[in-house]
C-alpha cells in the first residue's frame, strides 16, 4: 500500500512576525509554566489546526505546518555563526544550541491527544523536514568540507532532540531538503573531493541519528543531476519534482535495487507560476506568457479567477502516479505526494485542496490495486 505525504509548507493566515516569535517563545518554560502567551498561544494554535486539515484532507504522515523559512529556522539553532551583508560566517565551530529541537514538532508532541480529538486519528504520525547541510552552507561567504560537516552535524543534534514518540503519536519520518544540489557546477563537490566525501557523511550522520530510533529517511531533491545521494546508505526514500528525469530514467530502478532505496511518486505539480503557464498553454494563448501570468495572480488576489482553475485534476495525478508504479513496480514506491509544499499558493483553502486530491488519488488508486 501506497501511503500519502506533503512535503511541508503552507500559506500563513496571520502574520509571519508572530509565527516566528511565538516558535522563539514556545521553545522556552512559557509553556509548561501555564504562563498566557499571545504569541505562543497563536503560533501553537496555527501549528495544531493546519496539520490536523493536513491529516483531515486524507494525508497518511503530513508533515508539520512549516510557516517559516527553511532557512533561517535553522540557522536560528544553531551558535557560532553571524549573519553579514553578504551572507552568514563562522565565528568558531558551528553547533546545535544546547536543547534546540523544531518548534513546530514540539507543538505537535504536546497536544497530539487534541489533534486526536480533532482528526479521529487513533495515533498521530508525523513527518519533519530539515534544511540540508549543504542548502544551509550555500548562505555562507565561505564554503568548505568542514563546514558540511559541522552544520551536519548541527542538524543531527536538532533531530536528536526533536524525535519523539508518545502515547498517542510520534514522528516516524525524517526528510533532508536540499533544493540547491544540482543546479550548479560545484567544484568543492567534484567527484573524488574532500567536500563531497564531508557532505555524503553530513548527510549520513542526519540520518543515523534518526534511523536508530526507528525513523525512516528521505531526501526532498528539486534537480537530481548530482547522484551522490544514492551513496547514503541510512537513506530509505528519494524524491523530486514531478518532471524529474528521475521519475523517467531506466537507470532509476537500477539504483533503487542496487541501493536498497525507495521512492516518494511526486505527483501533483506545486509551483503555481507552472500550472498557470500550463493552462495557458492548454487554452491555446499566444500573448506574452510572463505578463499573463502576472495578470492571472492580480485577477487570483481580486477574486476574479479561482485558483482551483490552475490546480492538477484528479486523473492527472491518477496518470502520472500509474506510470510511477507501472515502471518501477509497486514494492520500490513506497510514498506518494505533492512535488513540494504549497506555502506559495494563492490561498491556504487551495493548498489543501491540492492536498486533498493527491491523498484521495493514492486512497482510490490503494483500493483499485490491492
Known amino acids: 500500500m501506497i501511503l500519502s505525504y506533503d512535503v511541508g509548507s503552507v500559506p500563513l493566515r496571520v502574520k509571519e512576525s508572530t509565527i516566528s516569535e511565538g516558535a522563539r517563545r514556545s521553545l522556552t518554560l512559557l509553556p509548561f509554566l501555564g504562563v498566557s502567551d499571545k504569541e505562543v498561544n497563536t503560533f501553537e494554535g496555527e501549528v495544531v489546526s493546519a496539520f490536523s486539515d493536513k491529516l483531515n484532507a486524507g494525508l497518511t504522515i503530513p508533515n508539520y505546518p512549516q510557516f517559516r523559512d527553511m532557512n533561517s529556522m535553522f540557522l536560528e539553532l544553531i551558535r557560532g555563526i553571524e549573519k553579514g551583508e553578504s551572507g552568514y560566517v ?42 540540508g547541510p549543504y542548502t544551509l552552507a550555500s548562505l555562507f561567504q565561505v564554503r568548505s568540507p568542514k563546514l558540511f560537516a559541522d552544520l551536519g552535524h548541527s542538524i543531527s543534534e536538532i533531530v536528536s532532540n526533536t524525535l519523539f514518540k508518545t502515547r498517542h503519536g ?37 540520518c543515523v541519528t534518526a534511523a536508530s530510533r526507528g525513523v525512516e529517511t528521505a531526501m526532498h531533491l528539486h534537480n537530481t543531476s548530482d547522484d551522490l545521494f544514492w551513496e547514503v546508505e541510512h537513506l530509505n526514500i528519494v524524491e523530486s519534482h514531478a518532471d524529474d528525469p528521475l521519475y523517467a530514467q531506466e537507470i532509476t530502478k537500477k539504483r533503487l535495487e542496487e ?61 502520472r502516479l500509474k506510470n510511477i508504479v507501472k515502471r ?33 488519488t493514492v486512497e482510490i488508486f490503494n483500493k483499485e490495486n490491492p
Open 90 to 131: 563562522t565565528l568558531r565551530t558551528p553547533s546545535a544550541r544546547p536543547g534546540s529541537k523544531i518548534a513546530e514538532v514540539d507543538v505537535l508532541k504536546r497536544n497530539a491527544s487534541k489533534v486526536r480529538d480533532l482528526t479521529g486519528i487513533d495515533r498521530v504520525r508525523v513527518k519533519a523536514c530539515v534544511t
Open 170 to 206: 510520534e514522528l516516524s519520518l525524517l526528510c533532508i531538503d536540499e533544493p540547491v544540489l544540482g543546479f550548479l557546477n560545484d567544484p568543492l563537490i567534484d567527484y573524488g573531493s574532500e567536500g563531497r566525501e564531508s557532505i555524503k557523511k553530513a548527510w549520513e550522520e542526519i
Open 259 to 319: 541501493r536498497d532505496k525507495r521512492l516518494k511518486a511526486s505527483i501533483a505539480v506545486t509551483l503555481f507560476d507552472n500550472l498557470i503557464v500550463s493552462h495557458l498553454k492548454k487554452i491555446g494563448f499566444n500573448g506574452d506568457v510572463q505578463q499573463e501570468v502576472g495578470e492571472t495572480w492580480t485577477d487570483i488576489r481580486h477574486g476574479l479567477v479561482d485558483p482551483l482553475t490552475f490546480m492538477d485534476d484528479s486523473a492527472t495525478l491518477k496518470k
Open 328 to 360: 518501477f513496480g509497486a514494492e520500490w514506491v513506497s510514498y506518494a505526494g505533492p512535488e513540494c509544499g504549497v506555502g506559495g499558493w494563492p490561498t491556504y483553502e487551495s493548498a489543501m485542496e491540492c492536498l486533498r486530491r493527491v491523498a484521495d
